[in-house]
């Protein structure tokens, strides 16, 4: 029963810590310079969480080029660069990953 007690506490803790934030700052008084620097964090952080899931394999070393993951993620991103739109970005790299995948087995 004490795990049941550590996840909810963990949780409120989590919970209240985010709620915090959104309670205690008023992007009505944030600067101009503040609110064009936070605009760039998410694009910071997203490379951090998909970077390992794509170009690392199980051994924690680096994919070989010829990985379905790594060339899709290639397609992706130069669909991304032409497209510069998010859902046809994520739909190519999605599809070209399935057809890859397909076409190997």
Do not use: C
Request: charged share 10%.
């Amino acid at each position: 029963m004490s795990i049941w007690i550590s996840i909810i506490i963990a949780g409120l803790i989590n919970y209240l810590t985010r709620l915090g934030s959104v309670l205690i700052i008023n992007p009505k008084k944030m600067s101009y310079k503040t609110k064009k620097i936070l605009n760039y964090v998410p694009s910071a952080v997203f490379p951090a969480i998909i970077f390992p899931a794509i170009f690392l394999n199980q051994e924690n070393q680096l994919s070989h080029y010829s990985d379905p993951k790594v060339i899709s993620i290639i397609i992706a991103f130069i669909v991304g660069i032409l497209s510069k739109n998010l859902v046809i970005t994520i739909l190519s790299g999605l599809i070209a990953f399935w057809t890859i995948i397909f076409l190997i087995n």
